[in-house]
């Protein structure tokens, strides 16, 4: 029912700040339910190492419970000189065929345009160069340099078994190396012990070799539309594969993303050079401001509220009043967000130092309510190389739109993790966007546009719309708790939605259906102002 709403269609002032302050407190008050219910870890015996001793001036242990944040953030933080090296001398390197142009002109009988490609192609492929070997170098001195080689042979396999290739067959190709990649990734499996990796080394490994796949992807679907235009692309075949390394290897997103597609990272590239700005520098410098604080923010937080490691303790979770249990929820999903929003977010920066437009960081999961509006909005990347790569050409291909989605969840799934919890999420993510789109077809039918046109006004429809819409999204977060804590958990929240008193239920629904409305004015304002 989303093209009801738009611009014009606004509530009163007085009913929207009602909404939101509604919204506003129902989070901070089930917050504090989740702060009260952190005692129950104050004689807890930390058999898992869950909690470190924390900030001292504090005086309170602090969460360490989720491995990702205990992996990225000393990851990021020992890429730093790195990529302060990958910048440096890339800068050089873009910057040389300018200088080297202005003194050719100076020789007579010199084609000054020509010149300008020859050096210019040189030096592209010196820049590509540099990228690979910097992205080797850290995973040589962070994994081994057998970790190192099999990030480097993944895409060099991939891109010659999949050249000239048709589109059924890279996705064969591909396909049959991500289920490999999933046996790969077994703990204390016979490739982790092979390569004699840690833990870590072999998480960060095969993390690594599953955005590698992803771009891998890309890299031979836009190979497979070049070579379709252009006849003579064999002589190009080391130029290509240059291309397609350095793309794989990019450091600024190798081993946290997000994607950039293959044509677009090519088509930054091959940019003209130009120099940094003042503006720009203060820019990037204000946004490493930002997303330090939200790192010293989480950290701060995780100090109080202890629902990382309470995912771990179902029977817990399950003695949680209502207000404590969609508290805890909403923890687990805005802490999500934060991890995503720092990665996503500084390596957005990163790739801007090197003019590469990277996909914007996540929206937060707070202030969206539609399915739709959350995939595109939450991993722009992802969601690009679904539709570009999966939907689109599926429904080029006679496919429907409701096996075409299928196919685009299933390979979500197999992406992330063949894993129980995994499957459900995909599932119920697929069941509820395609509720959604039912929902939008059926608004626009002419029945319903005759219904509105009678007896409801523009904002009773805006109503209606948020009405319908919140036990959508109750289903929403429900599936993402399966993603952040797992099976045991998600059925905890669907038979507490299911079993709980009758007006808890109602409490929850007209909460997200004040969310709902929220969403929308965040919308329509950010529309009026970009």
Not at 390 to 409: D, G, Q, R, V
Not at 486 to 496: K, L
Request: net charge positive.
């Amino acid at each position: 029912m989303s093209t009801v709403i738009n611009r014009a269609t606004s509530l009163p002032k007085y009913e929207s700040l009602f909404y939101f302050t509604c919204w506003t407190g129902a989070v901070l008050y089930s917050v504090y339910k989740v702060s009260l219910f952190s005692t129950y870890f104050n004689d807890y015996h930390d058999v898992y190492n869950d909690f470190s001793q924390g900030w001292i001036w504090l005086g309170r242990k602090q969460d360490v419970s989720d491995q990702e944040w205990k992996t990225w953030i000393p990851l990021i933080t020992r890429l730093m000189p790195w990529l302060f090296l990958h910048h440096s001398v890339s800068h050089v390197i873009k910057a040389l065929p300018n200088t080297m142009v202005r003194h050719i002109h100076t020789f007579p009988r010199t084609n000054l345009f020509l010149s300008y490609l020859l050096i210019n192609n040189v030096f592209l492929q010196l820049l590509c160069y540099w990228y690979i070997f910097t992205s080797v170098s850290f995973l040589y001195f962070s994994i081994g340099i057998s970790g190192a080689l099999c990030t480097l042979i993944q895409p060099s396999v991939l891109y010659i078994l999949t050249y000239k290739r048709k589109n059924h067959i890279i996705w064969l190709i591909n396909t049959l190396f991500l289920f490999l990649i999933h046996f790969l990734k077994i703990p204390d499996g016979a490739f982790q012990n092979m390569l004699q990796l840690s833990d870590e080394e072999h998480y960060l490994l095969t993390l690594t070799m599953c955005w590698i796949q992803l771009r891998s992807i890309s890299c031979s679907i836009d190979k497979h539309i070049s070579v379709a235009n252009y006849y003579d692309d064999t002589s190009h075949f080391f130029r290509n594969f240059l291309w397609a390394l350095a793309y794989s290897l990019y450091l600024p997103t190798l081993h946290l993303g997000p994607l950039i597609l293959y044509h677009e990272f090519i088509d930054s590239i091959k940019k003209p050079f130009q120099a940094w700005k003042l503006a720009e520098l203060g820019c990037f410098l204000l946004n490493l401001a930002r997303y330090v604080f939200w790192i010293l923010f989480a950290d701060f937080c995780l100090h109080f509220l202890y629902f990382n490691a309470m995912h771990y303790h179902p029977k817990a979770v399950e003695s949680l009043n209502p207000w404590a249990l969609y508290g805890l929820g909403y923890c687990m999903g805005q802490f999500f967000l934060i991890k995503y929003v720092v990665v996503y977010g500084l390596n957005r920066s990163l790739c801007g130092i090197d003019r590469i437009k990277a996909p914007s960081q996540p929206k937060c999961v707070a202030r969206v309510h539609l399915y739709s509006d959350m995939w595109k909005y939450f991993d722009e990347g992802l969601y690009k190389f679904l539709v570009r790569y999966m939907y689109t050409p599926l429904l080029t291909s006679n496919f429907n739109k409701l096996l075409a989605s299928f196919l685009c969840f299933t390979f979500v799934f197999v992406w992330h993790g063949m894993q129980t919890n995994i499957c459900i999420w995909a599932f119920l993510n697929f069941v509820g966007l395609n509720v959604e789109n039912f929902m939008k077809l059926i608004e626009k039918s002419k029945y319903c546009a005759n219904i509105r046109e009678r007896y409801m006004s523009p904002t009773n429809a805006r109503r209606v719309h948020c009405v319908l819409t919140s036990p959508l999204l109750a289903m929403s977060v429900i599936s993402n708790f399966y993603f952040f804590a797992g099976e045991e958990v998600g059925h905890i929240y669907v038979y507490r939605i299911l079993n709980d008193m009758w007006y808890s239920t109602i409490i929850l629904l007209y909460f997200l259906y004040c969310c709902c409305q929220v969403s929308i004015d965040i919308k329509s304002w950010e529309s009026r102002e970009f």
